[in-house]
């Protein structure tokens, strides 16, 4: 990270905890709902299938850039199904730099050639081994692992959902991340239950389980790029939601927090670790003010 980036993000959350302020600093684009998987636990792909076309989102990348948004993600559905024209996901980023953003990251299923280098982080999604992965998202383990070792850059991030079918599998994934080529770390996150899901949702106990496997894991070395200070509070559902300093937009809607944000009760359940780290944050808490400093300039 840039030092002038840096010193951005901290002045940002200087003013945001002394001031109490809610002006966002992290947007997510949408950028379609089509996707060419259906896995077990997802509820957003396909509901539309609707490609929103690059001025559209040139659009709302402006909205977002405008509303104060300087770390960016680009998610769907399937981003690297998106298409303009000639254009696909580089177009939109190459745009998101462009007009300024100082982060940008994509989230992906990793079923497409990974050429992004361009992109801070590309969280791939992976799901454990190959067969509990493959149980969630189909045959897709060893088409992602061969992307993986065919892409242009290092700047590859696992992205797991702990849920009650790869809940043994933390550990698989952390030493995936620290012994593949071009993979920097994982970011973890439990199953949030929408109504369709709710039988994926780990138990209290599940979740602590999980967090002290991670907890030994960051211990022995594995780069997650997650914060422990947070792991109580993601264990009791016990940090503030929604994160007022996070939005989304989707065909024009804007929403606090995830799209999520409309859905009875799911907030009270939310298993989005970045959720509980940025309101952590914000809220001045001192631990995890020090590690996410320490993190953050590790991983990006
Ligand atoms: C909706 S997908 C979109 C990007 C891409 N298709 C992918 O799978 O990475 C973004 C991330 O959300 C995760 N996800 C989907 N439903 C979830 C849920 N109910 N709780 C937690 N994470 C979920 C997916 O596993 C994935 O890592
Ligand atoms: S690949 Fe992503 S968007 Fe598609 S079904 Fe799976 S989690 Fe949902
Ligand atoms: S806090 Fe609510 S809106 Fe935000 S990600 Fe969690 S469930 Fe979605």
Not at 18 to 38: A, S, Y
Not at 63 to 92: H, P, Q, S
Not at 179 to 190: E, P, Y
Not at 246 to 269: Q, T
């Amino acid at each position: 990270m840039k030092f002038s980036t840096f010193f951005r993000f901290a002045s940002f959350g200087v003013k945001t905890i002394l001031f109490k302020k809610e002006d966002p600093i992290l947007g997510t684009v949408i950028v379609t709902d089509r996707c060419n998987l259906h896995c077990k636990h997802c509820s957003v792909n396909n509901i539309t299938a609707v490609m929103h076309p690059f001025a559209q989102i040139r659009q709302e990348m402006q909205v977002l850039y405008d509303m104060g948004v300087r770390i960016l993600f680009f998610c769907g559905g399937e981003t690297f199904l998106w298409r303009d024209g000639d254009m696909t996901l580089r177009a939109l980023v190459l745009e998101a730099r462009r007009m300024g953003f100082l982060i940008v990251n994509v989230v992906t299923n990793g079923t497409f050639p990974i050429d992004l280098p361009e992109a801070d982080l590309i969280l791939l999604s992976l799901d454990g081994d190959r067969e509990h992965h493959n149980e969630i998202r189909g045959d897709t383990y060893d088409t992602i692992m061969e992307n993986i070792a065919n892409a242009t850059a290092g700047n590859i991030c696992f992205y797991m959902a702990i849920n009650k079918i790869n809940k043994d599998c933390v550990r698989h994934v952390c030493e995936k991340a620290r012994d593949t080529k071009n993979v920097r770390a994982v970011s973890f996150n439990f199953h949030t239950p929408y109504p369709d899901t709710k039988e994926l949702a780990l138990s209290r106990e599940e979740k602590a389980e999980c967090c002290e496997t991670i907890r030994q894991m960051m211990k022995e070395g594995a780069p997650v790029f997650n914060l422990k200070s947070a792991f109580p509070y993601l264990v009791d559902n016990s940090f503030p939601t929604p994160c007022r300093q996070c939005v989304v937009i989707e065909n024009g809607k804007i929403s606090v927090c995830g799209r999520c944000i409309d859905v009875p009760g799911l907030c009270e359940k939310c298993g989005y670790f970045f959720v509980a780290e940025y309101t952590l944050l914000f809220k001045g808490n001192l631990k995890v003010v020090f590690e996410m400093l320490r993190t953050y300039l590790k991983y990006i």
